[in-house]
């Protein structure tokens, strides 16, 4: 509960801390390995996050909705097989036939949440669209803005720049 106080001011490092704690004083509590996952995910720290999302994986094996964000956690550490394989098992039995059409579920997804301005959510949504398709220009564009949103421009740019060539 204090964790998810600290992160909703928006005080990231007590709410990692807090959460940390909370893994070390109940290890087998999947929600908060999840929690520290998908905090550790929105701020970029991938080998945070892929540890504690598998963790709460191994803790709870039939949460098929860990799937997607551990698929996150591997692309941001480069593993794109790996994420597209996890993404693919976590859309399992949705309309979604082809790596096409869960991109474009993905970028919709990453519209939905720029709309709610939740840029970290849409970051999210956006680099699976983007690793799924890497032709998207939607996808790209969508990054860029949600990267802006977090106020990280030098890292919107290339993806701005990627969505202008594409579009040509």
Known sequence: QAALRERARGNAP?????????????PGNAAAWQALGELALQHGDGPVAQRALRRALKLAPRDHSLLGPIGDAEALLGNLKQSRSLWARSAKGSASG?????AAQFEAAGERELSARSFAGALAQYRRAAVLSAGAAGASAGMARALRGLEQPAAAEPWAQRASALSR
């Open 14 to 26: 007590a709410a990692l801390a807090l959460l940390c704690s909370a893994t070390q004083l109940h």
């Open 98 to 102: 082809s790596e096409q059409r869960l």
